[in-house]
């Protein structure tokens, strides 16, 4: 596991990552390198979180080969990079690694869970799997045939197709590795920065997912990849869990407030039904409609107290000296891993923290550099 950080404002990015790993949810080890140096010329560097590996091959490795043999003066700006890294993951040669192992290591998952439950219980199960934002290669008609004879080995038990290919596609996400490529663009005086996720290899195609740009940027960023809750906790005042437990709990009391005056009024009605229904509808529709209000005006109080806080912090980069910059990063992740050591068996954001500082005159700078200057 991991926690990241970049922070930009106009003239700096200053990029920041933990170095623990996390093998099998069992043990973790610090050491990880996360984040590198691209280039000077243009100044960029790039991180990656979630699994370190993309097939077979470690992330780390692909990354120093892809700078070995990558002439950055040429590429120029951040997209062409971004392009420039696919194309070279792309034409790498992936032993164990395609599409049908990923589908054989799905199949042996689900031959798994069915040892454990019934049919009716594994039915139910696939049928209620949450759905995460769905990768349009696997929407194609084509994998219709494939998942109708994983059916088959799995005793064609009662599962609509569909359902196996949104379980198929929380698997890739689970196990996506994610990217952040940041620095300036040749001759442009704003930062960039982009990030996506890496799904798999389909075919002669590198499918990427969640692809998020700010290219020549004049606006005060701070991005958390990752392990962000903390941070984002920082940064808005509030737990996104107290988020939802304020919205689901309002809405639960204004429910029962709600069916509480319905069972008042019809203990206590003297019409018959059909009048009685015609006469108190408008009341229960306003009822409805003040409720609703309500509640949106109590989450948009919220919103707008989030809003506020994060605003108070993002507008100090602009005027935050290069150090203290790194000071914040370096905290953001540190307490982070602080929290982790009370809420988790394990600690999996730890060890060194590796910061980069790019800008347009000093170029690459790794913090020890900036610190001896």
Not at 42 to 65: D, H, N, Q, R, V
Not at 192 to 205: A, M, P, R, V
Not at 230 to 258: A, K, Q, R, S
């Amino acid at each position: 596991m991991t926690s990241e950080i970049l922070i930009m404002n106009n003239d700096v990015i200053v990029m920041a990552a933990d170095s623990a790993v996390t093998v099998n949810n069992e043990k973790t080890y610090t050491g990880a390198n996360k984040l590198f140096k691209l280039s000077n010329n243009p100044p960029m560097a790039i991180m990656i979180f979630g699994t370190a590996t993309f097939g077979s091959i470690s992330l780390e490795s692909a990354i120093k080969g892809f700078i070995n043999n990558t002439d950055f003066e040429e590429l120029e700006d951040i997209l062409k990079v971004k392009e420039a890294f696919l194309d070279y993951l792309n034409n790498l040669s992936y032993t164990e690694f395609d599409f049908e192992n990923k589908l054989e290591m799905f199949k042996q998952g689900l031959l798994n869970i069915l040892e454990i439950k019934s049919e009716k219980d594994f039915v139910d199960y696939i049928n209620n799997i949450k759905t995460f934002q769905r990768l349009p290669f696997l929407e194609d008609d084509s994998l219709n045939p494939i998942f109708m004879d994983l059916k088959k080995e799995l005793g064609n038990v009662d599962v609509e197709i569909d359902n196996l290919k949104k379980y198929f596609n929380n698997l890739f996400l689970d196990f996506s590795s994610g990217i952040v490529i940041a620095g300036f663009n040749r001759n442009e005086l704003l930062p960039s920065c982009i990030s996506f996720d890496l799904i798999t290899k389909y075919g002669n195609e590198i499918i990427i997912h969640d692809v998020d740009s700010y290219i020549g940027c004049g606006e005060n960023l701070i991005l958390a990849f990752a392990q962000d809750d903390v941070i984002e906790t920082f940064m808005l005042g509030m737990h996104i869990d107290f988020d939802l437990i304020i919205n689901d709990t309002i809405n639960d009391f204004l429910d029962l407030y709600h069916d509480h005056i319905r069972e008042s009024v019809n203990k206590n009605k003297k019409l018959d039904d059909d009048r009685y229904l015609e006469y108190i509808k408008p009341t229960f529709d306003k009822t409805d409609l003040l409720i609703k209000s309500g509640l949106n005006k109590i989450l948009m109080n919220i919103l707008n107290l989030k809003e506020m806080m994060f605003k108070q912090i993002v507008n100090t980069i602009s005027f935050l000296p290069v150090d203290e910059l790194v000071k914040m990063a370096t905290s953001m992740i540190y307490i982070t891993s602080l929290r982790r050591k009370f809420d988790s068996n394990l600690e999996t954001v730890g060890g060194d923290i590796d910061v980069a500082i790019i800008s347009n005159g000093d170029g690459f700078l790794w913090k020890e550099e900036l610190l001896s200057s």
